[in-house]
């Protein structure tokens, strides 16, 4: 759906989260005629009373960017909805010894779930967010034959794309949805924001996981999985090197919080001596295994196995043609095959890479592109 054109004043919801993309989302809109109004999501509620939680401020600064652009804002509580279907499968992930992304699981559960069911139940005819990304109508076959499909694309600004998160969208999802900011950069964004004297122009962009906040991660998931010590392993001679104190406190690449800092056996070519790595977890065992060195072979790999698939043309792609993924975020496009794919039975799908890939964290997700069209993915097996 373009955000371009005439809006005809058609209603548009805005999830505004208190920060300046969702504001000036809600703003653009406005100007380009769309009937407007904005939707504030609590999706956490246990630390309301914890200095780290900042759903309070965002709240009053979500109303205060309302409040200068002129319309309207509801609040509507969302936490039962996501600890049952995002934050019981984080730790259930965690505990499995997986590193899930809940932000992924957030966007397809609560953001353009139950946000999008509130709002066409309230008489919208779509939503919006402050998403950098893109979507686009297709029209699929011959010219003319009526069928339309919903692409997501990259944004423009590739510091700030955000496709990656969005990847377990749907076409009906995608029909519904708007994201005004795709072709604009973020200096861009704040300097809209500073125009129109909206007071979160300046304010800091939230890092990291929605419900952690700012705290230490290894504090927050001991509130809710109790400790398990085991044994820290050497992987290439399997001696014990120390004590972890549970396995899902450690992700495959991490440096540090070893504490295994002061057992020295390799140095580099510096005279250096390597840093220590995680490689590995057998969670049966409850054996953390380490590597010494950045670029340990241990730590490269140049295939996957992606589960629990979602294709966003409701089809997978065609095998054996080149494609970029990111097996991570920050990661760069990198050029890959799909080599492999079960698609009805187990829902899997074998990925090979042209170079190996540093650190393929299992829990994580892997997202395809062809060019600036998100594709899909999976989760890292």
């Not at 730790?91 to 699981?105: C, S």
């Not at 304010?203 to 044994?231: A, Q, V």
């Not at 220590?276 to 790999?301: E, F, R, S, T």
Request: glycine content about 10%; charged content about 25%; aromatic content about 8%.
């Amino acid at each position: 759906m373009s955000t371009t054109g005439v809006a005809g004043g058609m209603k548009v919801i805005v999830g505004i989260s208190g920060g300046v993309d969702s504001a000036v989302a809600a703003l653009l809109l406005k100007r380009q005629g769309y009937a407007v109004s904005g939707l504030f999501m609590k999706n956490w509620e246990d630390d309301d009373s914890d200095g780290y939680c900042s759903s309070r401020q965002d709240l009053i600064d979500a109303a205060s960017a309302c409040d200068v652009i002129g319309i309207e804002l509801e609040a509507v509580n969302f936490s039962r909805e996501y600890k049952e279907r995002v934050f019981a499968d984080f730790l259930r992930e965690y505990e499995a010894g997986r590193t899930p992304n809940p932000d992924v699981l957030c966007n397809s559960e609560i953001k353009f779930r139950c946000f999008l069911d509130h709002a066409m139940q309230a008489g919208a005819e779509c939503i919006a967010t402050g998403h950098y990304a893109q979507v686009r109508t297709w029209e699929n076959g011959n010219p003319g034959n009526g069928r339309h499909e919903y692409q997501l694309l990259k944004a423009e600004d590739g510091t700030k794309d955000q496709s990656y998160f969005l990847y377990r969208l749907t076409q009906a999802q995608l029909a519904k949805t708007l994201f005004p900011l795709g072709a604009l950069t973020k200096r861009e964004v704040r300097r809209i924001a500073a125009d129109a004297g909206l007071s979160v122009a300046t304010k800091k962009d939230s890092t990291g996981i929605c419900f952690i906040g700012e705290r230490p991660f290894r504090e927050f998931l001991m509130r809710y999985l109790p400790t398990k010590p085991g044994e820290i392993r050497h992987l290439d001679d399997g001696r014990v090197l120390g004590e972890h104190q549970g396995l899902m406190y450690h992700t495959v690449g991490q440096r540090k919080g070893l504490g295994i800092g002061g057992i020295r056996t390799r140095q580099d070519a510096a005279g250096e001596h390597d840093a220590w790595y995680v490689a590995a977890k057998d969670v049966a065992a409850n054996v953390l295994y380490v590597v010494q060195g950045h670029d340990h072979p241990a730590l490269l790999k140049d295939c996957l196995t992606a589960l629990d698939l979602n294709w966003i043309a409701g089809r997978p792609p065609p095998i054996h043609r080149v494609y970029t993924a990111r097996p991570r975020y920050r990661a760069p496009d990198m050029p890959c095959v799909i080599d492999s794919l079960e698609a009805k039975k187990s829902a899997r799908a074998g990925i090979v890479f042209a170079q190996p890939q540093w650190a393929l964290a299992p829990g994580q997700s892997v997202v395809l592109y062809e060019s600036r069209v998100c594709l899909g993915g999976g989760i890292i097996a």
